[in-house]
């Protein structure tokens, strides 16, 4: 099961600003690099969506350097625009008739429900919702 987290953005990301920040330096020499890439990392650093502060900005980005720029909005998220989306995975076990325990059943049910997209969608600087068609095709994996 999958409601959509943006919690955090994959060590991918992070791995690629050392290595583009240790690339940048090396021509100073390697303790240089090193140090120049500790503090481009500790400089950079990725923050959950909606935890925006005065002292924390969020930056937009782009495939291109023409844009467009996405800074990651819940509708930009939702629409599969924000390239570090992320989704939070719910596994049930299936028992031998392919059924899937009543109590996980009912869980993933509410999840799926109006009712449970709407308590996401309420809380704040959280979780963002799945969209219609996302809620639709989880919910067909239930049956048996």
């Given at each position: 099961?999958?409601?959509?987290?943006?919690?955090?953005?994959?060590?991918?990301?992070?791995?690629?600003?050392?290595?583009?920040?240790?690339?940048?330096?090396?021509?100073?020499?390697?303790?240089?690099?090193?140090?120049?890439?500790?503090w481009w990392a500790a400089g950079i650093t990725v923050?959950?969506?909606?935890?925006e502060t005065p002292l924390i900005k969020q930056v937009a980005v782009s495939d291109t350097a023409e844009g467009p720029f996405i800074k990651g909005t819940a509708a930009e998220v939702q629409a599969d625009k924000y390239p570090y989306g992320r989704y939070l995975y719910f596994y049930a076990r299936r028992e031998a008739d392919g059924h899937i325990d009543p109590v996980a059943k009912d869980y993933l049910e509410l999840l799926l429900s109006k009712e449970g997209q709407e308590i996401i969608a309420s809380q704040a600087d959280g979780y963002?919702?799945?969209?219609?068609?996302?809620?639709?095709?989880?919910?067909?994996?239930?049956?048996?």
């Open positions: 099961m999958t409601t959509r987290i943006t919690q955090q953005v994959g060590a991918s990301f992070g791995t690629a600003i050392v290595a583009v920040a240790l690339q940048s330096q090396l021509a100073h020499g390697a303790t240089s690099a090193f140090q120049g890439a500790f923050a959950a969506i909606g935890r963002i919702p799945l969209n219609a068609t996302e809620v639709a095709a989880e919910r067909a994996k239930l049956a048996p």
